[in-house]
């Protein structure tokens, strides 16, 4: 008995080891996740003591040393660019190695690879809008530039030079987590690691909904509802600027421009949360008497952070910033002579072309009065645990057809039969603006740096010791007749094509306004004197305005001043649409609750800070305002999706026209809606909706609770690693523009001049390692408003207070 019982035990013991250590479909082998030699266990970091520690590397060519301060941050002094850029690969592979990777997969279609099945939709989503041919695309025309080709060379280098050191017990968590490995770095990484940018800022459009806009209500009422510039609006490059060129010949639209073309589906709609601010001063407004230059640019909130916080330091170049872990060189930073930062564009630079194939067979398509060959690409894409896919997507002239006439789209994001004309198709250097910005000097280097870009358009804001300032809302934009791309476009005709490009020496730009300022935050980009079509539309002008009004009133500036604006949580678009609402409303009709709550919105002083309770009855009132407005006039028609016309829109309709036929809502009958109406029902529902969220009206319906901010691991649902209902105020449409999922990701304030000093945060930390106390160190500095000073040091020898270790990279 005994002998058997020693046997079942064994067999069992025997049995749960090989279970443990295989995969089991998609999931991984558990053993090895458990392991107290390989497994979680050996992710737990200490902070960096005092240590000088060496490394011996393969590749670089002399010796490096990085110098990490208490942040974590490194200061990399190299004594050739080749080096730097090697040594900011293995620095940032050290610490964010799987986000790099785990990124660039996502970018490339190959999430299946990691987690099986259920990804294969997305990275056939991917590869059909055409990342790879992009990032393809991209990477040659980096490696045709031999600066550019060295810094990828450099870059790869060290990335993979750290991923050879690496032993199973070192690998980063998630990779135990989801049971993979790293593979080595390639170039083309660094192309998709920038194509996803690019899908991130530049992949919105609203061809559809508007082309089925049009076809319900006709052009001129569409027309009326979207009109082409705001009613109210304070362009990026100030109003009354002359333009110093003479511009290229405007494309003529064509006859057929309005011609309609309905579709079933809906493209990807954007996230007003993804956007930006930014501004400098000029030294007439500072304290100093130099530039003060200021960026806060909204992305998601993530861990890892989607920033990198480094500084590289050759014999030609010292600058710091942020980086994008995955692309070399510093993207938003300074160096003791300029400063920049950047903002989102928003501009239109991708359109929808119906195309007509031959037959069935799509061998060939009509364009230009005669039949063109379709070009063929077979995407062949992993899957864990099942065999390979092979997938034919159909290249035009204009682009992928993402999904064929007979297909029906897996994603409802896609309409069937339409090729994408996309910026990120294109040829161009992803790096080769950063890599002058970062030497920059002049104005005249940071014109020569923006004319090398293309996408996805930014507007940069610069500021510089020799006192002067700038912004231009640039990149590489299509010729076009105006509005072409504001609906589906003809694929057979030609004149519907792009037409070439807006010379880059013409993009808007000013220099040193006489106003002392410069700012965007992702408004119009200039007022309707502007030669060419850039978009029909852009964020709402709230946050613009708020920001102009404040930097127009503001003297003597300093790095404090500059920061509180940042964190400005005050609602520029309720003290212009509550003025109008709340004189609407019909009180008679409400119940008590309704009543202390209308009570609560009229009390307010626009404060969009964490406990405003009316700050959260607003925000939810738009939402609800736009329902009972206009809901009745644009259906939600699964096969006919529409958008509702714009906030700015809306006020003028509240303000200009209170008769106006859209108030009422045709779905009653025998009964017509008046403007109250509207407003007092919105209201109600607005009310009851959150009592029944949140109880009766009180702090528990504060606007911090409410909005429940959340900083997610990449991983979706890894809530373990992520920072859930972080309290902070602001929100979308305000300066502090802390969203739900979306937010500042790195705020920075630079004092340009002889005393330089530069400020930063970010809502992370510099480790990707969940176990590191570096991961989210960061993270209360920056939910209160504050900014660490930023270490920036002369040379290696510095002795300062704040230098924690040192890393020596020998070859």
């Known amino acids: 008995m005994k002998i058997a019982k020693a046997l079942l035990s064994l067999l069992i013991t025997t049995g749960l080891i090989l279970a443990l250590n295989q995969p089991w479909g998609t999931m991984p082998a558990l053993g090895r996740l458990l392991s107290p030699y390989e497994g979680f266990w050996q992710n737990a970091e200490t902070a960096d003591e005092a240590s000088v520690r060496k490394v011996s590397v393969k590749g670089t060519r002399d010796e490096v040393t990085v110098l990490y301060d208490e942040l974590h941050v490194p200061h990399v002094f190299a004594k050739n660019e080749y ?40 990275d056939r989503y991917n590869r059909r809008l055409g990342m790879v ?16 080709n060295l810094l990828l060379d450099a870059y790869t280098a060290g990335i993979n030079a ?11 968590l998630e990779y135990k987590l989801l049971g993979y490995a790293p593979e080595p770095w390639t170039p083309i990484k660094v192309a998709f690691l920038l194509k996803q940018m690019t899908q991130t800022l530049a992949a919105g459009a609203d061809d559809l909904m508007m082309t089925n806009v049009r076809r319900h209500l006709g052009p001129e009422l569409t027309a009326s509802l979207f009109p082409d510039y705001p009613f109210r609006e304070d362009p990026i490059i100030p109003v009354g600027t002359r333009w110093d060129f003479t511009p290229l010949k405007v494309p003529t639209p064509p006859a057929d421009a309005e011609t309609d073309s309905s579709v079933a589906l809906n493209w990807q709609p954007h996230d007003p949360g993804i956007g930006s601010n930014n501004w400098a001063v000029g030294p007439q407004k500072t304290a100093s008497g130099y530039p003060i230059l200021a960026n806060d640019p909204h992305l998601n909130l993530s861990l890892p952070s989607i920033w990198y916080q480094i500084q590289l330091v050759t014999p030609t170049m010292n600058v710091y910033g942020v980086s994008l872990p995955g692309a070399p060189g510093v993207i938003i930073g300074f ?47 992993k899957v864990k645990g099942k065999p390979d896919v092979a997938d034919t997507v159909l290249y035009t002239h204009h682009g992928p057809v993402v999904y064929r006439p ?65 912004i231009s809302p640039n990149g590489r934009f299509p010729l076009k007749w105006r509005n072409q791309g504001k609906f589906l476009l003809d694929g057979t005709n030609p004149a519907h094509d792009w037409q070439g490009w807006i010379p880059a020496a013409q993009n808007p730009r000013v220099k040193n306004p006489p106003r002392g300022f410069v700012s965007s935050a992702n408004q119009f980009s200039t007022d309707p004197t502007y030669p060419y079509y850039i978009n029909w539309e852009f964020e709402t002008s709230d946050r613009g305005m708020r920001i102009n009004q404040r930097l127009a009133a503001m003297q003597k500036i300093t790095v404090d001043s500059m920061r509180r604006l940042q964190n400005d949580v005050y609602n520029h678009q309720a003290s212009t649409f ?80 209170p008769n106006a036929r859209w108030f009422d809502d ?72 802390a969203g739900r999922r979306a937010g500042p990701s790195w705020r920075m304030v630079v004092q340009t001049g002889p005393q330089l000093s530069a400020y930063g945060v970010y809502p992370g930390g510099q480790s990707g390692n969940p176990g590191s106390p570096y991961y989210l160190n960061m993270l209360e500095t920056w939910r209160q408003g504050e900014l660490y000073e930023l270490l920036y040091l002369k040379s290696a020898t510095d002795k300062n207070s704040r230098i924690q270790s040192t890393l020596i990279l020998s070859h």
């Open 133 to 148: 041919y992009g990032a393809e695309q991209s990477l040659e025309g980096m490696t045709k530039d031999p600066v550019s």
């Open 666 to 737: 045709i779905r009653t009958k025998n009964r017509t809606e008046t403007i109250s109406d509207i407003v007092t029902a919105s209201f109600q529902s607005t009310v009851d909706s959150l009592a029944k969220q949140h109880g009766p009206v009180g702090k528990s319906w504060a606007w911090a609770g409410h909005k429940a901010t959340g900083i997610r691991h990449l991983i979706p649902g890894l809530d373990a690693f992520s920072a859930l209902n972080v309290q902070v105020g602001g929100g979308r449409g305000i300066v502090n523009a």
């Open 83 to 122: 080096d730097a850029y090697f040594a900011q690969g293995y620095v940032t592979a050290r610490d964010r190695l799987w986000q790099m990777e785990f990124q660039t997969h996502a970018a490339a279609g190959r999430i299946a690879e990691v987690i099986g099945e259920r990804a294969l939709e997305l």
């Open 162 to 172: 750290y991923i050879n050191q690496l032993k199973p017990a070192d690998y980063p």
């Open 406 to 470: 007979d297909e029906k789209p897996a994603r409802n994001n896609f309409p069937a039969g339409y090729a994408v004309r996309w910026i990120a198709h294109e040829r161009d250097n992803g790096v080769q603006t950063f890599y002058w910005l970062n030497r920059a000097r002049t104005y005249d280097d940071y014109v020569k740096a923006l004319s090398y870009y293309a996408a996805p358009a930014q507007n940069f804001v610069f500021a510089n010791a020799e006192k002067d300032i700038a």
């Open 578 to 657: 509550l003025p109008v609402l709340l004189p609407r409303i019909q009180e008679a009709s409400l119940t008590e609750p309704q009543k202390r709550a209308l009570k609560t919105v009229r009390q307010w002083n626009y404060q969009q800070d964490t406990a405003s309770v009316a700050g959260t009855i607003f925000m939810e009132w738009t939402t609800h305002l736009d329902r009972f407005l206009w809901a009745d006039d644009f259906p939600d028609e699964a096969d006919h999706p529409m958008r509702y016309p714009s906030p700015d829109r809306t006020l003028h309709l509240l303000t200009a026209e």
């Open 335 to 381: 160096n003791k002579d300029v400063a920049w930062g950047v903002t989102n564009v928003g501009a239109d630079v991708l359109d929808f072309y119906k195309i007509r194939f031959r037959d069935n067979r799509r061998q060939q398509y009509w364009h230009d009065g005669q039949w063109k060959p379709v070009r063929r690409r077979v995407e062949i894409i």
